[in-house]
T-cell receptor, first 115, second 114 residues
């Protein structure tokens, strides 16, 4: 099983450029999440989805959009990248917080640099 | 809204010594609690979780944590650490009545020295 796969693993963008980060899971999980990780700030929730066709805002949603058109995929978009969006982005999925034996399953991360 | 405080950003310790990583949470309702570990350049993986029942929870790699409701704490402990335990550790909380997302603490970097 691949688990949670994030694409790409690394990217450098210029300010104002757009891009989409792809997260794919093969575990039939209902819930999917996008977090960003910054030094000294831990993981902060950007957006999440509790099922196909649904999305919701997390703690730091500004500057990002998401879509969950298929159950297995959760896309994170940056319409106009800013240096403040330089970060490591993690995708995660789960059946739910409590019933999944392994809690969240995380991808290996996407390291994004905006110059 | 719930929140998580990890009191130590870094914990240096010598190999084979005991370690405790502290976590306090704030919530107006009952919670589920989790500890995750992140090894360098990897994603997070679940160490252990408290959902209900016994307040002492055992996880992988010899770690354990104790849920203390009166002190709103969920400290992580290991009696004897190894070099391979060097990693970042995250505490996380979820409200029982709102289980669709976890809120993470800022992390504690455990550095084990030989």
């Amino acid at each position: 099983n691949a688990g949670v796969t994030q694409t790409p693993k690394f990217r450098v963008l210029k300010t104002g450029q757009s891009m989409t980060l792809l997260c794919a899971q093969d575990m039939n999980h209902e819930y999917m999440y996008w977090y960003r990780q910054d030094p000294g700030m831990g993981l902060r929730l950007i957006h999440y989805s509790v099922g196909e066709g649904t999305t919701a805002k997390g703690e730091v949603p500004d500057g990002y959009n998401v879509s969950r058109l298929k159950k297995q995929n959760f896309l994170l978009g940056l319409e106009s990248a800013a240096p403040s969006q330089t970060s490591v982005y993690f995708c995660a999925s789960s059946y739910s917080v409590s019933t999944g034996e392994n809690g969240y399953t995380f991808g290996s991360g996407t390291r994004l640099t905006v110059v | 809204a719930q929140s998580v405080t990890q009191l130590d950003s870094q914990v240096p310790v010598f190999e084979e010594a005991p370690v405790e990583l502290r976590c306090n949470y704030s919530s107006s309702v009952s919670v589920y609690l989790f500890w995750y570990v992140q090894y360098p350049n990897q994603g997070l993986q679940l160490l252990l979780k408290y959902l209900s029942g016994s307040t002492l929870v055992k996880g992988i790699n010899g770690f354990e944590a104790e849920f203390n409701k009166s002190q709103t704490s969920f400290h992580l402990r290991k009696p004897s650490v190894h070099i391979s335990d060097t990693a970042e550790y995250f505490c996380a909380v979820s409200d029982i009545g709102n289980t669709d997302k976890l809120i993470f603490g800022t992390g504690t970097r455990l550095q084990v020295f030989p």
